[in-house]
């Protein structure tokens, strides 16, 4: 994990530390891009979206949406659990679908990774994602300790 310290002049503190988690092992795919897996700030982990690729070979799942969401959510379980949190710990979950009629299918399996209270979140229709995915997900996180 690399750490970069960023200046607010509008913070009470006026030091806010930012930490880039790179988790390049613990069951993550291989970063396709210019982006971190996740940065942390303050008490907040933002994790990018995942795909539904397998960690050990980097290509997409076999199979229709549940089982992308299946992996999606392993893959999201695993840059948190990096860390140091745990999908438990989910404020906000943002999920794009290609096909809306995969809804029900997707609520379905999406349920079985959350318990009562669930976190807030935003389901978006688009035309199309990377790798031919039928599903993203990105998140926030609350992360107890505060300001790392």
Known sequence: MSTTTTTSATSPTSTQRTHHVFPAS???PPQV??????????DLLFVTGQMPTDPATGELVAGGLVEQTRQVMSNLQAVVRAAGAELSDT???????TDFD????FNAEYRTWFDDPLPSRTCVGVTGLAVGALVEIDLVVG???GAA
């Open 26 to 28: 613990a069951g993550v």
């Open 33 to 42: 891009g210019p982006f971190s897996h996740a940065v942390r700030f303050g």
């Open 91 to 97: 404020l906000m979950v943002r999920a794009y679908l």
């Open 102 to 105: 995969d809804y029900d299918a």
């Open 143 to 145: 992360i107890a300790g």
